[in-house]
Nanobody, 123 residues
């Protein structure tokens, strides 16, 4: 399994930006697809974005398209989620996850998860 640690969350006003980082260790990062998920209180976990092993393919849930950008630096074993034009409805605990796959968006395929980082967007 790969070990993941998120950082970069915090409190931001609506319209602001945050950049989440996901530092990995334990396994070769480039062998794993990566995803960012979020879970708000009282709601189910949802996938926000995903990226393939090479970074050549990406996926975004409709609500974040055009505002969020997922990326990865395999040399640094780190993934990122750039979040711009944040809205109060983006408030959630954000998790990064790794899947032993070329590319996937299915939560069940992600076998390694970070502990999460809280993002709070005030109106």
């Amino acid at each position: 399994q790969v070990h993941l640690v998120e950082s970069g969350g915090g409190l931001v006003q609506a319209g602001g930006s945050l950049r989440l980082s996901c530092v990995t260790s334990g396994r070769t990062f480039s062998n794993y697809a990566m995803g960012w998920f979020r879970q708000a209180p009282g709601k189910e976990r949802e996938i926000v974005a995903a990226i393939s092993r090479s970074g050549g393919a990406t996926y975004y849930t409709n609500s974040v398209k055009g505002r969020f950008t997922i990326s990865r630096d395999n040399a640094k074993s780190t993934g990122y989620l750039q979040m711009n034009s944040l809205k109060p409805e983006d408030t959630a605990n954000y998790y990064c996850a790794a899947a032993w796959s070329v590319f996937t968006t299915r939560a069940a395929d992600f076998g390694s998860w970070g502990q999460g980082t809280q993002v709070t967007v005030s109106s």
